[in-house]
């Protein structure tokens, strides 16, 4: 099947330290994205990548990183520095052409120890 | 970064009733979306508009692309419980996404 593809489901965080999410897509999009959703608001931008080797912060870039060395993979890693990571992170993708709609993943949902 | 405005909130309906929610923004975007999200899981696209005045229906869900560009609205038709969940507005220019906060909505069997 196609799709996108994030892992873990559950991911816990202690003080102090880096965790990675994983995002992998087989659908052949150029753009990927990281988005945040807390309770009650609506998905916030992390950063975006239109193409391999390249990406750009959205609106909540601070204390979260990325990487983008394959087409398929956009890992996002929330950083010490990121002082209230509990949340719930999603992955989408598009073909990167015009204005296709972004399709999600299922989520990790993040919480600190 | 901006954000649409949503409305309702939250609504609780009985089932079989009809259900009315719409977006507003200030900012023109060159598409409109609108996605439902169940608990723990990502958002699923319900319907794409592109074009200003567009409207368009999926089964029971019809949703219409404003005049202006800034606006948009999603109606459902004889609500049935597996209609429970968030639905969320978003419009789309270029690569970015901006999004409502969505409406919660119950359907009451």
């Known amino acids: 099947d196609g799709g996108i593809t994030q892992s873990p489901k559950y991911l816990f965080r202690k003080e102090g330290q880096n965790v990675t999410l994983s995002c992998e897509q087989n659908?052949?999009?150029?753009?990927m994205y990281w988005y945040r959703q807390d309770p009650g608001q609506g998905l916030r931008l992390i950063y975006y990548s239109q193409i391999v080797n390249d990406f750009q912060k959205g609106d909540i870039a601070e204390g979260y990183s990325v990487s983008r060395e394959k087409k398929e993979s956009f890992p996002l890693t929330v950083t010490s520095a990121q002082k209230n990571p509990t949340a719930f992170y999603l992955c989408a993708s598009t073909p990167g052409v015009g204005n296709q709609p972004q399709h999600f993943g299922d989520g990790t949902r993040l919480s600190i120890l | 970064g901006q954000q649409l405005n949503q409305s309702p909130q939250s609504m609780f309906i009985q089932e079989g009733e009809d259900v009315s929610m719409n977006c507003t923004s200030s900012s023109i975007f060159n598409t409109w979306l609108w996605y439902k999200q169940d608990p723990g899981e990502g958002p699923v696209l319900l319907i794409a508009?592109?074009?200003?005045?567009e409207l368009t229906s999926n089964g029971r869900l019809t949703a219409q692309f404003g005049i202006t560009r800034k606006d948009s609205f999603l109606n459902i038709s004889a609500s049935i419980p597996s209609d429970v969940g968030i639905y969320f507005c978003?419009?789309?220019?270029?690569?970015?996404?901006?999004f409502g906060k969505g409406t919660l909505l119950t359907v009451n069997p």
């Open positions: 978003a419009g789309q220019s270029n690569y970015k996404l901006t």
């Open positions: 508009l592109y074009k200003a005045g």
């Open positions: 659908l052949n999009h150029d753009a």
